[in-house]
């Protein structure tokens, strides 16, 4: 009788970065980072009691503002006296309005100001801004008709700023965890197999959603707050065929989720 061996699960293999949180989570928890697109799928968020300076956070902390781990951050808005609110992408950095990931000082570095959960750390505006990101909102939009739409629908007095999300590379990371497992190392051949025989899954490529929040908030500067959700939705729906073909618009159950976040936030500051 001839056996037929079990298929084992291919195993994964670590990005080369990952956002803070997913670093969190194989600190405290031992689990391995996937790529950032895969875990905002499904995220798993750390328990209070996890949070505390005492334990592999605190000397995580210390390894980013010591220098020894390096990070990056992309430039988010979020409401002033609410510090629960999700940060709000900022996709004006740019001529091409690509979200753009900015080095972290690592005197920047304080516990109380990481938002763990959200992977993002909040930053104080300062007179020596000299440089993206530390600019004001006007300055960020300046060169960008589209962003100019976006910044006139905020107000900066009632926005602080945060790096998000807030990336580390693997490299460093393990060097100053080196207790970790290290990364499976794939020949191109197998990941360029790999990739051929997987179905594509996540995100579509197309999708460019700070694009699309600027275009929602560029809709709303011309025609002012839509009398209905699925209003601002159809409009986004139309622009959005135009931008990524009638065969890639998103669910609306996506796009509805994606405006309203826009909109509770727009309500809340008039």
Partial sequence: MIEHATPRRAQRSIPDAFNILQAALWLIR?????EDSA????PIQL??????MSGPLGDFIYALRSGEIPASGGVAARLLNQPNSPPLPLPILSPNEKHELFPIKSHDWYFDQVDWNRYCLDYFPTESWGSAPLMPLSILCSENPRAQAFCRMYNDEKYSFSYFPVVVPREEFLRTFPHLPAPEHR????SEAGIKGRPNVGRPKGFDWEWMYIEAAAWIFENGLPETQQQLIDAMVVRCSERWGKDRIPADSTLKAKIRVLLDRLRDTN
């Fill in 187 to 190: 020949s191109p051949e197998a």
């Fill in 47 to 52: 328990a209070s009691d996890e949070i505390n």
């Fill in 39 to 42: 875990f905002a799928g499904a």
């Fill in 30 to 34: 031992g689990r391995k980072p996937v």
